[in-house]
């Protein structure tokens, strides 16, 4: 029995995730530990103006989500956006070291939430010392996991219900401090920099970019969809304009009611907020509310880059072991392992501002190479119901995404030494599988015989009812 009859002989991935699910799983994955960690780090660059950062942030970040939505489209398979590479440019290496920055990158995000679980937040309950809080929160994470994607899918509904009406409270907070009189609106349009102020608000949408991080990880979640070509962009979009419009009502309240300089020096920046609100919220709730945020961030995380992990597998990426799915679970449980070994491993040796940035770094590159990808696949045929993005929305999201990643931004050099050492590591294991087994081939993502490419009246004949995708 061949290695690719072995795996077609495995179950497949449930098909259990409704739009609506969808929906809350990009919204939970958007949400989370950028916002209510990140704030003050942001108002550390611009001063006042917390709420532009966010604005263009939300803004670069919808240019991406375009070619997303429409590359999820034309090919509806979980490997993402190692997939998307291999379609466009057909280099096993380029390939191998996309999916492996998702997954480098899926990893550290994680990393990041589990140690910030460990930080001030987690203080106004208990004092813990950061590295065991990481560890125990992880392992936990991923025994969740291993349960289903329909739990974990539960779980991320009530969480994210959870962590909005953290964010809400902020915004109604703001509200009643502009009814009242009680805040500084003006403070909100006050830029501070040190250097130039393209620069500084450059370098706070490196961080406010951050915060807007979780919307590529639906794609990983398209052979998990009921209907993924109707509701993943609608999915993707909707999630990413909700938590896009809540983040810069955040902002403005934060600016409005604490000094910058205040916000600056805080662990806790919306915590500050509720403490200088003369509204009645408890520290220690609105505490419980942020440490729900950030686990929620560190679950979905886990999710897809396990999901990636598999995705990969099971179109020859990497070993198809890691594509073994559990009869009654429906789970990757060895990807699952994997994933949660790897972010053991970093939340345990790195920082918490380290961690964040090394993510955003790698996802710029993988973006500007899914954007890149979608301008190459512009003449593929898109299938019926799928969405086709604008020409100019995935030129402008590769422009600056390419922009972002540059030292312009004011990047700690430690940041790319951290990326350039976990690219190195990848291109180490894709050469020694090369030299080991010589079959390290382009045509092993999407098959061993690759068919020609059907037109769109092929497509109309051949796709399968929407229901079956």
């Known amino acids: 029995m061949t290695g690719r009859t072995a795996h077609a002989a495995q179950p497949t991935l449930a098909r259990v995730l409704s739009g609506r699910m969808l929906l809350f799983l990009v919204l939970g994955d958007v949400l989370g530990s950028g916002i209510y960690a990140l704030t003050g780090q942001i108002a550390a660059d611009v001063g006042g103006m917390i709420w532009a950062p966010f604005l263009t942030a939300f803004a670069l970040a919808f240019l991406t989500g375009t070619a997303y939505a429409e590359l999820v489209g034309k090919y509806p398979r979980a490997a993402g956006a190692a997939l998307y590479a291999n379609e466009a440019f057909r280099r096993p290496f380029l390939t191998f070291m996309v999916g492996f920055t998702v997954l480098a990158a899926g990893i550290t995000s994680t990393a990041t939430a ?19 809080v990481a560890v125990v929160f992880i392992l936990l994470t991923a025994v969740l996991n ?5 739990e974990s899918a539960r779980v991320n509904l009530v969480l994210t219900v959870i962590e909005l009406t953290g964010l809400l409270l902020i915004v109604g907070i703001g509200v009643h401090a502009l009814a009242t009189g009680a805040g500084e609106p003006g403070r909100a349009f006050e830029l501070r920099a040190e250097g130039p102020a393209p620069l500084a608000l450059l370098a706070g949408t490196t961080l406010a970019f951050y915060a807007m991080l979780g919307f590529e990880n639906s794609v990983n979640l398209v052979e998990e969809a009921r209907r993924p070509r109707r509701d993943l962009p609608r999915a993707l979009f909707g999630g990413m304009f909700i938590a896009g419009t809540v983040y810069l009502f955040v902002a403005f309240t934060c600016a409005m009611l604490v000094d910058p300089d205040i916000l600056t020096g805080s662990g806790a920046p919306l915590l500050e907020v509720v403490k200088a609100s003369d509204v009645p919220v408890p520290s220690k709730l609105f505490a419980a509310i942020a440490l729900v945020a950030v686990a929620n961030t560190a679950l979905m995380n886990m999710v897809m880059a396990s999901r990636l992990v598999y995705g990969m597998a099971a179109q020859g990426t990497i070993p198809t072991v890691f594509a073994r799915v559990l009869p009654g679970r429906r789970t990757p449980p060895i990807a699952i392992g994997f994933v949660t070994a790897l ?16 993510t955003v770094l790698l996802l710029l590159l993988v973006f500007f190479v899914v954007n890149t990808s979608a301008l190459v696949l512009r003449r593929e045929p898109v299938p019926p119901g799928a969405y086709r993005a604008p020409t100019w929305a995935p030129a402008l999201g590769a422009l600056s995404c390419a922009a972002l990643a540059t030292p312009l931004v004011h990047r700690e050099g430690t940041v790319y030494l951290r990326a350039l050492g976990l690219l190195a590591l990848a291109a180490v294991l894709v050469l020694a599988q090369k030299v080991a087994s010589g079959r390290f081939r382009a045509c092993e993502l999407s098959g061993a015989a690759r068919p020609p490419r059907p037109s769109r009246a092929d497509l109309m004949v051949l796709s399968p009812p929407e229901e079956t995708r």
Do not use: C, H, M
């Open 146 to 150: 291993a349960r289903g994607i329909e």
């Open 343 to 358: 972010t053991v491993a970093l939340a345990s040796t790195g920082q918490l501002a380290g961690l964040a940035d090394t």
């Open 114 to 132: 589990a140690r910030a679980i460990g930080g001030k937040y987690l203080a106004e309950f208990v004092a813990a010392p950061t590295v065991v």
